[in-house]
């Protein structure tokens, strides 16, 4: 039962790098989500999408780009990491988003330095 | 903007201990989710009610919508070591999305 995979769990950056985190769902959800969670900040919503093709800006979408070519991988592009992209970042699926269950890969712990 | 408060932010009880948590809104969701994440891990769904009034129990813990559907509490009895957790509070809205509390970090000291 593999759920939600996302790579790497670690990663550590320079300022201005670009890296991709990767999320795969065996699911066949048809949504997908990306958060970052801070210290006493929750879980923000990046970017989410509701359908292979489609995708959509969440609450703090800026410095990130999204794609859903399949729909089993929605990958999360950080284009020139900034230090203040330093967080822990969760993919989720779900069948519908809202009242649907949320699964949640393990996260992927980023340092931009 | 919806937003979720929840409260209080950080709770240490003895083992065996009863306590009740809350999660707030001035918006109307949907429904609303309550989410256990323990530390290195995402967070793992416990619940979702989406009636007004609605109550449910698992286990120890009981967990209610409010009436107007902006708020919700989380009941634990006679709490366990393995209580211990951030939980996390998710109200649905518009678009499918989900709107997360900031979370209340429990510590349950045996």
């Known amino acids: 039962n593999a759920g939600v995979t996302q790579t790497p769990k670690f990663q550590v950056l320079k300022t201005g790098q670009s890296m991709t985190l990767q999320c795969a769902q065996d699911m066949n959800h048809e949504y997908m989500s990306w958060y970052r969670q801070d210290p006493g900040m929750g879980l923000r919503l990046i970017h989410y999408s509701v359908g292979a093709g489609i995708t959509d800006q969440g609450e703090v979408p800026n410095g990130y780009n999204v794609s859903r070519s399949t729909t089993e991988d929605f990958p999360l592009r950080l284009l020139s990491a900034a230090p203040s992209q330093t967080s822990v970042y969760f993919c989720?699926?779900?069948?519908?988003?809202?009242?649907?269950?949320?699964?949640f890969g393990a996260g992927t712990r980023l340092s931009v330095l | 903007t919806q937003l979720l408060e929840q409260s209080p932010q950080f709770l240490s009880i003895q083992e065996g201990e009863n306590l009740t948590v809350y999660c707030n809104s001035s918006?109307?969701?949907?429904?609303l989710q309550w989410y256990r994440q323990e530390p290195g891990e995402g967070p793992v769904l416990l619940v979702t009610v989406v009636t007004g009034g609605e109550v449910k129990k698992l286990k120890r813990l009981t967990f209610q919508f409010g009436d107007a559907r902006k708020d919700s509490s989380l009941h634990i009895t006679a709490a366990q070591p393995g209580d211990t957790g951030l939980y996390l509070c998710a109200g649905g809205g518009p678009n499918s999305k989900l709107t997360f509390g900031k979370g209340i970090t429990l510590s349950v000291r045996p």
């Open positions: 918006s109307v969701f949907s429904s």
């Open positions: 989720a699926s779900s069948q519908q988003g809202g009242k649907s269950i949320q699964y």
